[in-house]
């Protein structure tokens, strides 16, 4: 089973964007006028939201593996520790992913949960499971998210492989390449349209051109439309 995190990724990402465009209007404000109170507050909404968000996607995609694993009834669930993938640079783009990447908080969740469920949960490194052929053990890179082995041509999905190979690890025991994958979003994205959430306050600053009205007043500010920005 694969449970996707790029949802959180997206959340994660839209974030830093937002908070950067925040900045940008903020810094031609005057400090401690008005709008500049506002967009402050904004970003204060804004940052929660997300939270939140980031918080019930965790929720449900460890539920999804631990009721996966009890529907099963396995018994002890390895986790790997990514600790050595995050630590190297990786260009600007990947770098501010791996930042943003909280697998602590993966841990904590799944090991809370399994315990809950009475299912023994422990980590330890999971380097090189990636980069090494379950079939043949060959090493190398991978490329995109499926595995292709230079040497033998196997092929199957990266982090089934990574799976594959950590179970080795962990329970010293081979285990044959699964047949089915069962692939699980931990939720469903939405992009929010009620007034005073996220998307529809930053589009509504946009649209108010920013240059002039930290001079003179800014007459929307207190239509009902916008009454709830702060
Ligand atoms: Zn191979």
Same mark, same amino acid.
């Given at each position: 089973?694969?449970?996707?995190?790029?949802?959180?990724?997206?959340?994660?990402?839209?974030?830093?964007?937002?908070? #950067?465009?925040?900045?940008?209007?903020? !810094? @031609? $404000?005057?400090?401690?006028?008005? +709008?500049?109170?506002?967009? *402050?507050?904004?970003?204060?909404?804004?940052?929660?939201?997300?939270?939140?968000?980031?918080?019930?996607?965790?929720?449900?995609?460890?539920?999804?593996?631990?009721?996966?694993?009890?529907?099963?009834?396995?018994?002890?669930?390895?986790?790997?520790?990514?600790?050595?993938?995050?630590?190297?640079?990786?260009?600007?783009?990947?770098?501010?992913?791996?930042?943003?990447?909280?697998?602590?908080?993966?841990?904590?969740?799944?090991?809370?949960?399994?315990?809950?469920?009475?299912?023994?949960?422990?980590? #330890?490194?999971?380097?090189?499971?990636? !980069? @090494? $052929?379950?079939?043949?053990?060959? +090493?190398?890179?991978?490329? *995109?998210?499926?595995?292709?082995?230079?040497?033998?041509?196997?092929?199957?999905?990266?982090?089934?492989?990574?799976?594959?190979?950590?179970?080795?690890?962990?329970?010293?025991?081979?285990?044959?390449?699964?047949?089915?994958?069962?692939?699980?979003?931990?939720?469903?994205?939405?992009?929010?349209?009620?007034?005073?959430?996220?998307?529809?306050?930053?589009?509504?600053?946009?649209?108010?051109?920013?240059?002039?009205?930290?001079?003179?007043?800014?007459?929307?500010?207190?239509?009902?439309?916008?009454?709830?920005?702060?």
């Amino acid at each position: 089973m694969v449970v996707s995190g790029r949802g959180i990724r997206s959340i994660k990402r839209l974030h830093s964007k937002q908070l #950067g465009e925040i900045q940008k209007l903020r !810094s @031609r $404000c005057k400090k401690g006028s008005r +709008r500049w109170r506002k967009l *402050g507050n904004t970003r204060a909404r804004l940052t929660l939201h997300h939270e939140r968000r980031v918080r019930d996607l965790r929720h449900k995609g460890t539920r999804q593996v631990v009721d996966f694993c009890k529907d099963r009834g396995i018994e002890a669930i390895f986790i790997g520790n990514p600790d050595g993938v995050r630590r190297k640079d990786s260009g600007r783009h990947h770098n501010q992913r791996m930042s943003q990447w909280e697998y602590g908080k993966d841990i904590d969740y799944l090991q809370q949960k399994s315990e809950q469920d009475r299912i023994v949960c422990f980590t #330890g490194d999971e380097r090189g499971t990636s !980069s @090494r $052929c379950p079939v043949c053990g060959h +090493r190398h890179k991978l490329k *995109g998210r499926n595995w292709r082995c230079k040497a033998c041509g196997f092929e199957g999905h990266r982090d089934i492989v990574g799976a594959v190979n950590m179970h080795q690890i962990a329970y010293n025991q081979v285990v044959p390449f699964p047949k089915r994958i069962t692939y699980l979003r931990p939720g469903v994205l939405r992009r929010s349209s009620s007034p005073g959430t996220g998307q529809r306050c930053l589009a509504e600053l946009r649209t108010q051109a920013p240059q002039q009205e930290c001079l003179k007043r800014v007459p929307p500010w207190d239509s009902p439309q916008t009454a709830n920005l702060g």
